[in-house]
């Protein structure tokens, strides 16, 4: 049974910086391909950033220059750190996996498989 747990969330100021974390645990699968999504009211869930398991990493053109995915060593923690956050990056952020590369998930349009359970981001000016 895989579970996911995010963690990090809070309120920042326009400009600010945030860290949010998601605790992985794997179950029996040995490695999993791990994203991190949002989702505003009003408004389609948004993939963000994906970290493959071979490590390659893929960024949605929002995220592309101020957020960066990343796991601890033991691959137990996924990682997103935001900077230079906008308003309109308020949103309920989630870690999922799959199985498949998120990339084909993606092509697949297709959702991952499991979900946590979400943790909110609210940028003030």
């Known amino acids: 049974q895989v579970q996911l747990v995010e963690s990090g969330g809070g309120s920042v100021q326009s400009g600010g910086s945030l860290r949010l974390s998601c605790a992985v645990s794997a179950g029996s699968y040995s490695r999993l391909s791990l994203g991190w999504f949002r989702q505003s009211p009003g408004k389609e869930r948004e993939g963000l950033a994906a970290?493959?398991?071979?490590?390659?990493?893929t960024y949605a053109k929002s995220a592309k220059g101020r957020f960066t995915i990343s796991q601890d060593s033991t691959k137990s923690n996924l990682f997103l750190q935001m900077s230079s956050l906008r308003l309109e990056d308020t949103a309920k952020y989630f870690c999922?996996?799959?199985?498949?590369?998120?990339?084909?998930?993606?092509?697949?349009?297709?959702?991952?498989?499991?979900w946590g359970r979400g943790t909110q981001v609210t940028v003030s000016s």
């Open positions: 970290i493959e398991k071979d490590g390659l990493t």
């Open positions: 999922a996996a799959d199985l498949r590369r998120m990339v084909d998930v993606k092509a697949a349009d297709a959702d991952p498989r499991w």
